[in-house]
């Protein structure tokens, strides 16, 4: 599907669920692209979950919030049953090792990363 968006034409596939990974500046910006375009469930994520709500806020309505730490596997485990047939866009900064690892362990089943 292709919608104007300012001077910028925006070309989304339409998926059941998308997960922005670290909405800061540039996940909120594709979230809420996203939302324009519409037909799509996106949860946004942050470390803090008052990061999160604004995130989701700004990005526009239908947009869920959800506080995801990637340093620690038991806060990652929230997205394994999400991730299931959804597209992981990672945005968060780089952190360690581990919090990759971490995300793809809880995203396996996601359609895309």
Known sequence: ???PL???LVVVETVARWIIV???FTGTRIAQKLAFAGGNQIIVTRRRHGDALAAAAAAG???TALAVDLDDATSCAA???LAAGAVIVHSAPPSSNAAEANLLTA???ATRI
Do not use: F, I, Y
């Open 79 to 81: 997205l394994t049953q």
């Open 6 to 8: 300012g001077r910028a």
């Open 61 to 63: 309505a239908h947009v």
């Open 1 to 3: 599907m292709e919608r």
């Open 107 to 109: 995203c396996a089943a």
């Open 22 to 24: 670290g909405a800061g």
